[in-house]
């Protein structure tokens, strides 16, 4: 990684493995009955307000997730997978687990969801760090 500029294809890549990693993560295979219940709704209630622009959105929105840790990793002068990977898990855990937990404490929402997703930005922004770190 180039400590001076930031690698935008490497953004992109990351971008999309974020949201490739979402659509995994909030699957039937793995969270995503869990993740309905707890937010009190049905697949047909979810996938009928589904829209193109949802999916233009989280892009959008990872993609400025990307850029973050990439530019994280220049300021701190780091650029390994191993530093992604701590940079990842620092970012997710100081700024997604503390916010999203605030947020869910107040709105009384289930545990099982807090943990669902913060979970998944938490491994997103390792994911991340790691294609960030080894371009």
Same mark, same amino acid.
């Given at each position: 990684?180039? !400590?001076? &500029?930031?690698?935008?294809?490497?953004?992109?890549?990351?971008?999309?493995?974020?949201?490739?990693?979402?659509?995994? *993560?909030?699957?039937? !295979?793995? @969270?995503?009955?869990? *993740?309905?219940?707890?937010?009190?709704?049905?697949?047909?209630?979810?996938?009928?307000?589904?829209?193109?622009?949802?999916?233009?959105?989280?892009?959008? @929105?990872?993609?400025?997730?990307?850029?973050?840790?990439?530019?994280?990793?220049? *300021?701190?002068?780091?650029? &390994?997978?191993?530093?992604?990977?701590?940079?990842?898990?620092?970012?997710?855990?100081? @700024?997604?687990?503390?916010?999203?937990?605030?947020?869910?404490? @107040?709105?009384?929402?289930?545990?099982?969801?807090?943990?669902?997703?913060?979970?998944?930005?938490?491994?997103?922004?390792?994911?991340?760090?790691?294609?960030?770190?080894? *371009?």
């Amino acid at each position: 990684m180039e !400590m001076g &500029s930031v690698n935008f294809l490497s953004i992109i890549v990351a971008a999309v493995a974020y949201m490739t990693l979402g659509a995994l *993560w909030y699957s039937p !295979m793995l @969270f995503g009955n869990a *993740w309905m219940k707890g937010i009190g709704k049905t697949r047909e209630q979810v996938t009928a307000g589904a829209s193109p622009v949802n999916y233009v959105l989280g892009l959008i @929105f990872s993609f400025i997730a990307a850029y973050g840790i990439a530019r994280i990793m220049i *300021w701190t002068n780091r650029g &390994s997978i191993s530093d992604g990977i701590v940079i990842g898990l620092l970012a997710g855990v100081c @700024f997604v687990l503390a916010t999203m937990g605030v947020n869910d404490a @107040f709105e009384k929402r289930p545990c099982s969801l807090t943990a669902i997703n913060v979970l998944y930005h938490i491994v997103g922004f390792i994911v991340i760090g790691v294609i960030v770190g080894a *371009w």
